[in-house]
């Protein structure tokens, strides 16, 4: 079949658009979409610098004002405290044995009993030492006889030599005879002083003033002149000491004061160290230093009136060694570290500066403080908050200086303590 290539196409070329009139219409569209997205970008710039312009303008608010508590250093005393543990331990203990072999026929105590020096504790039978007793008195009086008889018939020898009735040996015999019986006599008073106190050994009375413990021995039972067997123990109790332990580097201003004869002041307290059971004073130091331990041990004396210190009881002692005068005191939850610095803050003016100190000793919450003046306000609380230069807002409702007030009041009474280690030590308020 022959196709004809004359044959008009299906489209009429009326209907069809010129090449280069679509070009120009998608570049038209283009260039419209093109300046909207432009002016729609210079329009949110022009807001934004806007915006900002305004911001800028606005005053910026100050930071809130943080509310803290404040003390006010003052001026007062404080003193040096050691603070160790010890033992109360009894002037005397007297562990009373026989000295006698027998049954025990009475016992004049009871279990606890305060007694006095000489009360009656227990008796043992004296019936044979009694008996031995007299007898050792007869032999005694007759050979008191004896010597009487002998120093007559001395006398009259005497006598007749002065007449050349006898001889010289004679008398000189006879004046050994003398001798001889006075020796015996001697011999003999001996004798019965020795069984007048095997029969005082069978009254055993208290031998000192002190506090009895339990029964050891009931009536009948048979107690040895060995000893082995303990009838009764005495422990005085008032006075009372407790024996401590103190570091031989605090040895030297202890025994400075000891030598001036100072009473030194030590305080006796319970095992948690919070309730104080009594008042005495440092009676004296060891001769030597424990070379294992390092340390000397200490006895004070407590007059121990109301039986408040039982022997062997533990207790926590604090020895007042000094009395700083006229320092500046801070309250100790005022100071803060920064590794081995010590700082506080200052408030003046509503501000908080931050301020090196360097602390001393510390008790009843208080502090000795360097590098702060009496009357500085100084801030007690918030300080996860404070900075340098913070403005702060007190909230103690005008008492800033409440704190170091009763603190210092504090210090006045019992004093405070410090490390071991510097020369801070502990410290009190009294002087002693």
């Known amino acids: ?8 196409p299906i489209t009429d070329p009326g209907h069809q658009l010129p090449e280069h009139a679509s070009e120009a219409h998608g570049h038209k569209m283009g260039r419209t979409l093109f300046w909207i997205l432009l002016v729609l970008s210079v329009a949110l710039i022009a807001v934004l610098l806007w915006r900002h312009y305004k911001n800028a303008k606005k005053p910026t608010p100050p930071p809130p004002k943080i509310s803290i508590t404040t003390a006010t250093a003052e001026k007062g005393n404080i003193g040096v405290y050691l603070d160790e543990i010890g033992t109360v331990t009894p002037v005397y203990t007297d562990s009373i044995t026989s000295q006698v072999t027998g049954p025990v026929v009475a016992v004049h105590f009871n279990e606890g009993q305060l007694v006095r020096k000489g009360d ?55 004046e050994k005879v003398v001798l001889q019986d006075e020796g ?29 413990g339990l029964r050891l021995v009931d009536p009948g039972n048979v107690v040895q002149s060995a000893g082995t067997i303990t009838l009764a123990v005495i422990t005085q109790v008032q006075p009372i000491t407790v024996i401590f332990t103190i570091p031989e580097d605090s040895l030297g201003p202890v025994a400075a004061r000891l030598h001036k004869k100072a ?53 926590n002692t604090r020895l007042l060694v ?22 506080v803050y200052v408030v ?9 100190v360097k602390p001393g000793v510390t008790d009843g919450g208080q502090t000795q403080v360097d590098s702060i003046n009496p009357g500085d306000v100084v801030a007690t609380s918030s300080f996860d908050k404070l900075q340098d230069n913070v403005a702060v807002v007190s909230g103690n409702n005008g008492g800033d200086n409440g704190g170091a007030n009763s603190g210092a009041q504090g210090a ?16 009190g308020s009294s002087a002693p």
């Open 1 to 8: 079949m022959t196709v004809d290539t004359n044959e008009r």
């Open 120 to 174: 009656p504790l227990v008796d043992i039978d004296s019936r044979p030492y009694r008996a031995t007793l007299l007898q050792a008195q007869g032999v005694l009086e007759r050979d008191q006889n004896l010597l009487a008889q002998a120093q007559m018939d001395l006398e009259r020898y005497r006598q007749a030599w002065a007449r050349n009735a006898i001889q010289k040996q004679l008398l000189d015999d006879q």
């Open 184 to 212: 015996t006599v001697k011999n003999d008073q001996g004798t019965v002083q020795f069984d007048e106190i095997q029969v005082g050994y069978c009254y055993i009375t208290a031998p000192i003033a002190g506090r009895v």
């Open 263 to 315: 009473k030194l002041p030590v305080d006796a307290f319970d095992r948690t160290a919070q309730t104080k059971i009594a008042s005495g004073t440092l009676l004296t130091l060891d001769n030597q230093i424990d070379t294992t331990t390092g340390t000397v041990r200490a006895r004070a004396i407590f007059a121990n009136k109301n039986d408040a210190l039982f022997p062997n009881q533990f207790a």
């Open 322 to 343: 000094n009395t700083l005068q006229g320092v500046t005191l801070v309250p100790a939850s005022s100071i803060q570290q920064n590794g081995s610095a010590s700082f």
């Open 348 to 356: 003046q003016n509503n501000v908080a500066h931050m301020r090196s």
């Open 412 to 427: 006045g009474k019992s004093g405070t303590k410090s490390s071991k280690s510097g020369s801070s030590g502990k410290s």
